[in-house]
Structure formats: C-alpha cells, structure tokens
C-alpha cells in the first residue's frame, strides 16, 4: 500500500511510495540467534527498496528502507565507487547479518560513507539527530527495550566525546551498543581542531571491546573489517553485556567520485559474498552443573533455611524469564516482596502476560519512603534480606542474587 502526506502533531511526514512486504522484511532479518537476514547487498542481484520517511522535529528524522521484490537492481560490492564506499558497505552488510539493523545517526562530514551505507541499505531502520548525546540515550533506550544493541554513527572529535553519558550508562546496566565513531586519518589528527582529538580508548573501560581501524585501503584484506564487525558484535551481546566501539577514520570522506581501487582485497570473501550469513561464528560452549550445587549457593540455601523473619528486594529486571524465576523464588519464600522500581513489579497490574503477578504475594509499595518513619523502622526488623539483582556480568545456576544478613 502507499500514503501521501497526512498530519503529524508538531511535524511534517512524507511518506513516499510504501510498499509493506511483511513476510520479506520479518522472516529475512537475522537475529543474533544465528539465522539468516536473506540481505543480498553484496550478492549480484539485490532487491531496491521504498523509503519510509518522515521528520519529528527541526532535530530529528527517521527513515525506514523496506526492500520491494517487484523491481530488480544488479549491484555489488564491486560497484562501490571508491575504497570508502566499499569498507563502509562492508560494515553495515554485516551488521544486518548480525541482526543489528537499527541505526542512529548524527550527521557529520566525516561520518558520511557510513552514514550513506547506512541509510541505503534496504533493511536497515535509521533515526538522525544532530544531537549526539539524545541520540547516544535513544540508542540506549533502545537497547533496553528490545535487549539487541542499536549502532550509532557520529562523525569524529567531540561528536564521540558526547556519547560519554550514555555509554556509561550502558556499561553499568549491560545494555548492548555497537558505536561507529568517524576519525580523521593519522596525518590529519592532534592539529588543534575539535574535530582531531585523540579517539584512540576513549571511553576507556566503560566498553566492552574497542578496536581502531585503518583508514580504508585496497593494500589491506577486507575480511579484516568483517572479523572487527563480529568481534565487536559478540562482546556486545554476550556476558558482560554491554556497548562496543570501533572507530573509523576516513580520509576524503565527502569525496563520491569514482576513483579505482584493487578487487583483490576482496580475495577470501567469495563464500562470504555467496550467502546471507555472519563472515565469522562463534561456538559458545555451555556448562551445566549435574551433580550438587555450588558452595556458594548452599551457603545461601543454608541462611534461608534458619530465616525466621526474611525480606525479599527484587531489584533491575530485564527479561520477561527473568521475572518469572524472581516470582518464582518471592512463591517459593513467602516472604514480603519490596519491588524496586527497575524491577518493573511496581506497575505490576499493568502486566497482563502475568495475571497472577498479585495472587500470594506480599507486596511492600513504596518501602524506601515508609522507612523514613521511626515507626515502621521498628516494626521492619528482618533478620535476613535477599536482594534479587540480575547481573548480566556475572551468570548463575540457581539464584542470581546478593545475600545481606542483618
């Protein structure tokens, strides 16, 4: 189907020629789980697509490429114009085979192939906002709601400096972010300007992963950037969770003319170039304990059993699973629950997918506040408390939380 123009509360929305295939934009679109994004970019023939566009604000826009299977384009990596083109459409191509298909952008002459790999590339979803740090905390948010990382593109100097509060933010709740941060090349850095400041480590070990590339060049294997791509994205996404920062110098950046660069840095990529799928996989190995339970956990098994007057604090939750086992233990406890408001269990009659949320439950609304009385202190006098905190740095076979006795 397709739209014209229709209002939009304080904006203006154009929406040209919309054509919403469903079942080739969803079923095609890798997952971090390992399947396929059927993305055929890089292969001879790929699809076109429509552009779904429409601006929020004077800041921000948003632009969705939806791939349109009526029409068919011949294009390839080979056609790429220059050797920034062709580093920049590798980067993104294997982005979306690792399922991130979210990008945030703000705008920026020396982030620009990236930004132009970005934006045409038929299943990616792109939001720009010139505002690096309120975009740095929509990527985070985000993250947080889908639990997959969002890739924010800046351009080079202070741009990167400003995505600080939010990648800390990231780091401390282990929320996947992918950061493709544009750098002035070697020759161009440390002259004075805003725009060359050491980028090298700079958010220190607030990331997960970080990894500065050479500027684009035909010497070098371009498998090289696929491999970073995949490193970057499996820190991100596997314990501890958390952003990852790979940074990008470019030199002529804005410069779009054709200009001849050597095919054989492409050599090693022709299975790669063949298929939908990730260049590297990883193979996770997964332990299981069979015979007891740790030593830490039946210290803790211990303390519960000669718990007379228990207190159970559920603080952050991420994941619907993860709520269940916290409701599980406050079931299998009976004690009074004080739901923090991370947790999410404070607006728990809005949790439909959990009707019984409030069947056998004592809930302590708003503890925090009450503690402030004399009274209440008096009366609240637990002997043990279990503090319920998912911690995606650190993984347990039972219970993931931290025991207080008082």
Known sequence: MSFDCFPFPGSLIQVH????????????????GGNDTGSDLLLEEAPTFHQFYFR???TTAFTCNLPDSLSISHSSVQDCANINAVWSSLIIEEC??????????APGSRSSPLAIAASSHPLTTCISC????????????YARGSY??????????????????AVVEASQDFLPLLLLTADRPPELQDTGANQSINQVNHFGSFVRFFFSLPPPSDHIPARMVLTTVDSAAYF???????????????REPLEHSPREWASNCLKGLEYWMSRAEPFTKYIVKQFHTCN????EVLNVLEVIKHASRGLLLLGAIHTEDELWAALLLAKHLSWPVAADILSGLRLRKALTSFPEVEENFLYIDNLDHALLSDLVRAWVKPDTIIQVLINKKHFFSFFPFMLVEL
């Not at 979306?96 to 952008?105: A, H, K, P």
């Not at 010139?130 to 948010?141: I, N, Q, S, T």
């Not at 991100?236 to 470019?250: E, K, L, Q, R, S």
């Open 17 to 32: 020629q919309i054509f919403w295939l469903g079942s080739q934009v969803h079923t095609d679109v890798h997952s971090l």
């Open 56 to 58: 929020l604000s004077m």
């Open 96 to 105: 979306t085979r690792l399922g991130l298909t979210y990008f945030c952008i």
């Open 130 to 141: 010139f505002d690096e740090r309120a975009l740095a905390f929509h990527a985070v948010g």
């Open 148 to 165: 997959r990382p969002a890739v924010v593109i800046t351009s080079s100097g202070t741009a990167v400096s400003n995505l600080l509060p």
């Open 236 to 250: 991100a996404t596997h314990a501890p969770h958390g952003p990852v920062h790979i940074n990008c110098p470019f």
């Open 292 to 295: 007891g339970l740790s030593g």
